[in-house]
């Protein structure tokens, strides 16, 4: 079955102790993407990524790390979580073929509790 | 930088029709998304738009017309499953921004 695996589910931690939520996807695609979804604001892009070893800044990167050594892993880290990061966040993938990376397969979502 | 607007909330009654609006103003333009997202679950890909025109997709059809920065999502003979929140999107090169979200709710 096609799908965006993101691990862990549900997470309370609390400030500074570093975490790491991994996303994995079994399509092949190139194209992966991290979102973070808070009320009133929608889904807002944390970082991209074109392929492996191809990374770049979405909208809102302050206080996150990413990296692509492989084609089906995108794992997102917090390097010292602070409460302004509890958010549910979401990995998603495309492929990357110019209008195809807008048509994204999302993982159920991670929701993280920073106190 | 990119602003994309659409209404808070609307509601329906079943059976009938709906349209969310979108309108977006953004630094560079390569598609316009709708998404369908239930609530405590995650967005699912619904439709895009490229070109002017309308794109039909059995009871739903999405607009754009990029001279205006519009778009619109319509959504036919409305069924109760159909209770969900919306996402408008726009692709710039290969940075996917969302607005805030439709929530539409149908009542029996």
């Known amino acids: 079955e096609a799908q965006v695996t993101q691990n862990p589910r549900y997470l309370i931690t609390v400030t500074g102790k570093k975490l790491t939520v991994t996303c994995s996807q079994n399509m092949n695609h190139e194209y992966m993407s991290w979102y973070r979804q808070d009320p009133g604001l929608g889904l807002r892009q944390i970082y991209y990524?074109?392929?492996?070893?191809?990374?770049d800044k979405g909208d809102v990167p302050e206080g996150y790390k990413v990296s692509r050594k492989e084609k089906r892993n995108f794992p997102l880290i917090l390097e010292s979580p602070s409460p302004n990061q509890t958010s549910l966040y979401f990995c998603?993938?495309?492929?990357?073929?110019?209008?195809?990376?807008?048509?994204?397969?999302f993982g159920e979502g991670s929701r993280l509790t920073v106190l | 930088g990119q602003n994309i607007d659409q209404p808070t909330e609307m509601t329906a009654t079943e059976g009938a029709i709906v349209q969310i609006n979108c309108t977006y103003q953004?630094?560079?333009?390569?598609?316009l998304f709708w998404y369908q997202q239930h609530a405590g679950e995650a967005p699912t890909f619904l439709s895009y738009?490229?070109?002017?025109g309308l794109e039909e997709k059995g009871r739903f059809s999405s607009f754009l017309s990029r001279s205006k920065g519009y778009s619109y999502l319509l959504l036919k003979e409305l069924q109760m499953k159909d209770s969900a929140s919306y996402l408008c999107?726009?692709?710039?090169?290969?940075?996917?921004?969302f607005g805030a979200g439709t929530t539409v709710t149908v009542r029996a």
């Open positions: 999107a726009v692709l710039n090169d290969y940075k996917l921004s």
């Open positions: 990524s074109m392929n492996v070893e191809v990374t």
């Open positions: 953004t630094s560079g333009f390569n598609g």
């Open positions: 998603a993938s495309s492929l990357s073929k110019f209008t195809r990376a807008g048509e994204l397969f």
């Open positions: 738009n490229v070109l002017d």
